[in-house]
């Protein structure tokens, strides 16, 4: 079983920046991929972000390209993703995910643990 815990959410404003966590616990944190989705009001769940255990090598959303970064800090069994340059449409509750697999995928099925949630919201 893998746990996973995101914080770092929260009101902010078009420019701002913010920092997302998700804290691990339960299996070997540096034997699976990680990823973070987000879901917006009306819309489907996509994908953000995701960082290989093997290779730690990151990868992104065409819309968050250039503002969002992941990384992982495997002695604290953590996730991270850097939000800059926030925009309107970045407003949403953003999911923490594991890949228990590494299968280096996008796809939300792929990832077997999910985390809770945690509300971003984006005003002008």
């Known amino acids: 079983q893998v746990q996973l815990v995101e914080s770092g959410g929260g009101l902010v404003q078009a420019g701002d920046s913010l920092r997302l966590s998700c804290a691990a616990s339960?299996?070997?944190?540096?034997?699976?991929?990680m990823g973070w989705f987000r879901q917006a009001p009306g819309k489907e769940r996509e994908f953000v972000a995701a960082?290989?255990?093997?290779?730690?090598?990151?990868y992104y959303a065409d819309s968050v390209k250039g503002r969002f970064t992941i990384s992982r800090d495997n002695a604290k069994n953590t996730v991270y993703l850097q939000m800059n340059s926030l925009k309107l449409e970045d407003t949403a509750v953003y999911y923490c995910?594991?890949?228990?697999w590494g299968s280096g995928s996008s796809r939300w099925l792929a990832y077997e643990y999910r985390g809770q949630g945690t509300q971003v919201t984006v005003s002008s």
């Open positions: 995910a594991a890949d228990l």
């Open positions: 339960g299996r070997t944190f540096t034997s699976y991929d």
């Open positions: 960082i290989r255990w093997s290779s730690g090598s990151p």
